[in-house]
């Protein structure tokens, strides 16, 4: 932007209007390294990315893996493809207009992550339960981009699986979105006024160390961006509830 003007006088106000123009000229510059950041690293990150998924891919088509093996390489093909939907949701927020996106239903895409998630929970000692509320009537055929939904949905089941010691954790489809009900320690009223801010962890983040802070505030960037709606709410008898509507 430009200054706020030229040739300002010698004085207190004069003084004070330049030290402004060079703070805003100092943020604006940080904005753009910011963002500049954000593209490259994700531009980038896309050619490894190919190559561990494509090696991954030739190794298992050779049929000489035993079953060990080849279970290892499915997870780092599986793993390669999370971080490139990841990079794909990055690099979309910051371009931060209209991008063309690989569309699926929400069915497909909670079916393509939810052995991971039983898995993840089991070794928790914890059980996944996945139920269905739509009915046969309700169209459930509108797809969404992948990469943005299923980056809001790993996120949101990887915090309940970090925040429950026990019992279970449940993910409903429901007509118009889903919900993740947890029966870890819940999140406490003033927390929740925060939790979707860039690393704020609350009182229960704080306590074990777990994560940045960042996942929450990701999800919340996304359903902005895609006009979906989130919110939280507390599950009777303990533990926490996040809703999304998808079908603004």
Not at 25 to 36: A, N, P
Not at 86 to 107: H, K, M, P, S
Not at 198 to 206: D, I, L, N, Q, V
Request: hydrophobic share 35%.
């Amino acid at each position: 932007a430009p200054p706020l003007s030229t040739g300002y006088t010698n004085d207190e106000v004069g003084r004070l209007a330049t030290s402004f123009d060079r703070t805003i000229s100092m943020l604006q510059q940080s904005l753009q390294r910011e963002t500049l950041f954000t593209s490259d690293v994700s531009h980038e990150l896309r050619t490894p990315l190919m190559v561990i998924k494509s090696s991954c891919d030739l190794l298992i088509e050779k049929n000489q893996l035993d079953d060990y093996s080849r279970q290892r390489i499915n997870t780092i093909s599986k793993a390669a493809r999370e971080i490139q939907e990841l990079v794909d949701a990055f690099l979309t927020l910051a371009r931060g207009n209209a991008t063309e996106q690989a569309g699926a239903t929400l069915a497909d895409i909670i079916q393509g992550d939810l052995k991971q998630w039983q898995q993840q929970s089991e070794a928790k000692g914890i059980t996944f339960t996945l139920l269905d509320q739509t009915t046969p009537q309700e169209d459930q055929n509108k797809q969404f981009p992948v990469a943005m939904l299923r980056t809001v949905l790993n996120n949101l089941v990887r915090n309940a699986i970090h925040h429950t010691a026990e019992g279970e954790i449940t993910l409903v489809i429901r007509p118009k979105g889903f919900q993740i009900c947890d029966t870890g320690p819940g999140i406490s009223p003033s927390d929740k006024q925060s939790i979707f801010k860039p690393f704020y962890r609350g009182e229960s983040g704080s306590r074990n160390g777990l994560g940045l802070g960042l996942g929450l505030s990701l999800v919340h960037r996304i359903c902005q961006r895609e006009q979906w709606s989130i919110t939280v709410s507390d599950n009777i008898p303990v533990g926490c509830c996040f809703s999304v509507i998808l079908n603004n």
